[in-house]
């Protein structure tokens, strides 16, 4: 089969445990980006936050994808043209909002593009989130009363013990609206029902002429269940989740062991 598409993951996946790419993963995507192949960032970051990786790879030179919010947006890396863009109307944002205020113990994530509002920085993963997407932090007295915008996403974090046993509370009332899933042990993400990594690469392949069949898909959590599932080639890695695992068509070495390039040599010429 000739791949004409690697959508990939980024934490987890593509940047090993230090946040970065190594040396062997970048030059084996360099190469098959020479050979006339996309390579989409599809990730539930916040769009900023997929800036590093795609300088890295040097996607502006390729008309790579930059694919944030978990499917919520589509980005040329070279023209900086937004492809697509589907944003949780304010109404029900905001209701959603005051809904997560019953439970004080999880920390709702919100951004507007720039910011994270927050009502404390100390709050579980805030910081993380602000440094990771190179994002700065806002400080409000309430999330729900500032956030007079359309959110992409909206997260909501805890440590796990926490946050799984609310998991039917968070979703509750708003599953006719919204799509949730639950990206790493600490957050559960809300986008417009519907939004997914499937759907986003649904959009881009249509965009591109490209058959589900020529995409190949690396990610290693279960919000990457949906890319591999419309990936003509899944892959998980050594490191991923047991449910993504045993959908893959294969499973690779960890993310600090150059999966991706390891899988990357057997199909392409490089």
């Known amino acids: 089969m000739e791949y004409k598409m690697i959508a990939l993951d980024l934490d987890g996946t593509l940047n090993n445990d230090d ?13 098959v980006q020479e050979q006339g192949v996309i390579v989409a960032l599809v990730s539930g970051r916040q769009a900023p936050g997929l800036q590093r990786e795609a300088d890295a790879l040097h996607l502006e030179d390729y008309h790579g994808l930059r694919i944030s919010y978990n499917g919520g947006r589509i980005q040329d890396a070279t023209t900086g043209q937004i492809l697509f863009d589907c944003a949780i ?30 009502t404390d920085a ?73 939004v997914s990594k499937y759907s986003a690469l ?9 058959e589900p069949s020529e995409v190949m898909a690396f ?25 993504l695992k045993a959908m893959a068509d294969e499973i690779t070495a960890t993310n600090n ?3 991706i390039a390891v899988t990357l040599s057997r199909h392409f010429d490089i």
């Open 219 to 243: 990610g290693d959590a279960q919000n990457d269940m949906s890319m591999l599932d419309f990936a003509g080639y899944g892959v998980a890695m050594g490191n991923a989740c047991d449910e």
């Open 19 to 31: 946040k970065v790419i190594t040396p062997r993963t970048r030059d084996a995507l360099m190469a």
């Open 202 to 210: 649904g959009q881009a392949c249509k965009r591109l002429n490209i």
């Open 122 to 194: 100390r709050r579980h993963k805030v910081m993380d989130e602000c440094r990771n997407n190179n994002m700065q932090v806002r400080l409000v007295d309430n999330i729900a009363d500032a956030v007079d915008f359309a959110p992409v996403k909206i997260l909501t974090a805890a440590p796990n013990d926490i946050l799984v046993p609310h998991l039917a509370d968070i979703r509750r009332g708003f599953e006719e609206k919204l799509s949730f899933v639950q990206s790493a042990p600490w957050f559960y993400e809300a986008t417009v029902k519907g």
């Open 89 to 118: 109307d304010n109404e029900t944002a905001v209701s959603f909002l005051r809904h997560l205020e019953a439970w004080p113990e999880l920390s709702p994530i919100v951004d507007d593009g720039k910011y994270i509002y927050t």
């Open 257 to 259: 062991e150059d999966g």
